[in-house]
């Protein structure tokens, strides 16, 4: 077992979620690999994507000013394959509502992933997840959110 | 302080919650101790069992296909206290929704645990909960849940 | 990488996010550093406060009897920066009712803290977060909370 290894990637995936929930792109850009796969199959999207800049340009579509949420992934499972790759289970829960449309998703997956290491730092090689549940509003009325820092942030980037 | 005989108890407590959550039978049997003890003090339950059969067969009842949810561990306080025991401190946050009965179910528990080594492999050997809070609603509509791992797993297992 | 340097200052959030929701003063004085710094920003509040009396103080006021809630820290990105300084970074999901007030809160946090060894152990020196997003509700009807923790420990407080 190599802890060092272990303890880099589970730092690259709480990377990862920080970029991907505060939509920062340059971010995303230094944890994926170039030819980064993506499968996630939800409830009611089935997500595939390949090649970082792809997948990065999906991503900002989807985590616009006027989407909220959270992800946050736990329970990591870490398993070193070799010197350059290694692969991760981890449990996600999430909360989204996007106040463009009123509709609230929130649940958990199980994710699978395969990591690399290139030049060095390990990243994110291909990740896929299937859902435990996934929970679907249309709301009626909004939340109301009293901070929303993907609305804040082009005024007050700093974190 | 043994780093990883403490990423090991962290992955096993992390399997654990896999495989409860996806009713893994076969998994939890490598995950517990035969003389496994249960102690969970919920509001309105008291959970407690002996022996892994026991155990087992009372999960796979409670996770059945119409039960909908996640369990999600965090924040251990692991301690090794010789080569083949060791305790652990955990926070659960729960989410349930049992679709026979309408009730939904979640919360915030404080686990403590004992760990054993039984032939090179730790194993849950004693597991306590008691509630930070727990919130109870009978439902008079039941959530739209798009996904349901529980129910799907009998013509799609893969995970 | 210190890996035992940053295994011990998990553990020590951990325990601090323990003590926070158990409401344990003397825990706490264990896990601060005298001159400790909170900078917390919320949407509706902006909690800054200086010196391990006054912050212990105001956490004792704000987690009271008939306060009910849980805050779950994730994602630790961990540096050490010397042989009695390090700095983190954490994701915090929460979720709290005040029942005198009815209002509920709930949301994600990104955290940056700052740490220091003291005689040995590793304290919390400085602590800031922002918000991913906080969503507050003025609840018409108290939630059904079936165990709360802050209001039976005075006659049951093992935990």
Redesign the interface.
Known sequence: ?S??E???I??L???Y??FL??ANAAGLETVLTEDIEIDYL???YHFKAQGRDEVIAILKAAFHEDF???H??????ITILSADSAEG?W?L?D?AVDLRTGYETS??C?YRDRYAKVDGEWRIARSSY????????KLDVL???????LAERATNP??
């Open positions: 077992m802890l060092e272990i303890e880099q589970k730092q995936k709480h990377r979620c920080r929930d505060t939800g409830g009611t909220v949420g959270s946050t992934v736990n329970q990591p499972e289970r449990t829960t909360y649940g958990a199980l299937r859902r435990l549940y996934e929970r679907v509003t939340p109301n959110f009293t901070a929303r820092y700093e974190i």
